[in-house]
């Protein structure tokens, strides 16, 4: 599965080319908040590079990959989720991904997230 990096919705927004809500932004990787929180604290970290998600990794992405895990503690306590996150990357159609371009979530807030996983 692949995107035109013209029609992401992603990319566009590493581009600048359509607004979010930046929280943070180097070269290669831009964290903003989600358009439709599905917490008190959600952000999507996301890398300026194009990949589709993690089928499409290979060792040139281990870098920002574990960049964008490494800021996401900082990050969610920064946004005020200090006692407790969770990080979810969808793949795929049956993993419940709906932008195909790479993102960690980053979930958080006031309550208990609950054990998370599918039943
Ligand atoms: P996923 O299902 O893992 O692909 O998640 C995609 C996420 O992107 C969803 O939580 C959407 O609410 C979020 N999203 C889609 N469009 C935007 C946007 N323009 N700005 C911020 N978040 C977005
Ligand atoms: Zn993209």
Request: net charge negative; glycine share 14%; with cysteine.
């Amino acid at each position: 599965m692949s995107t035109s990096t013209d029609d992401c919705i992603f990319c566009r927004i590493a581009r600048g080319e359509i607004p979010a809500r930046k929280l943070y932004e180097d070269d290669e990787i831009v964290a903003f908040h989600d358009i439709a929180p599905k917490a008190p604290v959600h952000f999507l970290i996301v890398p300026k590079q194009h990949v589709v998600n993690l089928y499409e990794v290979d060792e040139s992405h281990e870098r920002v990959l574990g960049r964008m895990l490494g800021m996401a503690g900082g990050l969610a306590r920064g946004e005020g989720a200090g006692n407790g996150f969770r990080v979810v990357v969808n793949n795929g159609r049956l993993g419940g991904q709906e932008v195909y371009h790479l993102h960690i979530h980053v979930l958080g807030g006031n309550a208990p997230l609950g054990s998370g996983m599918p039943r």
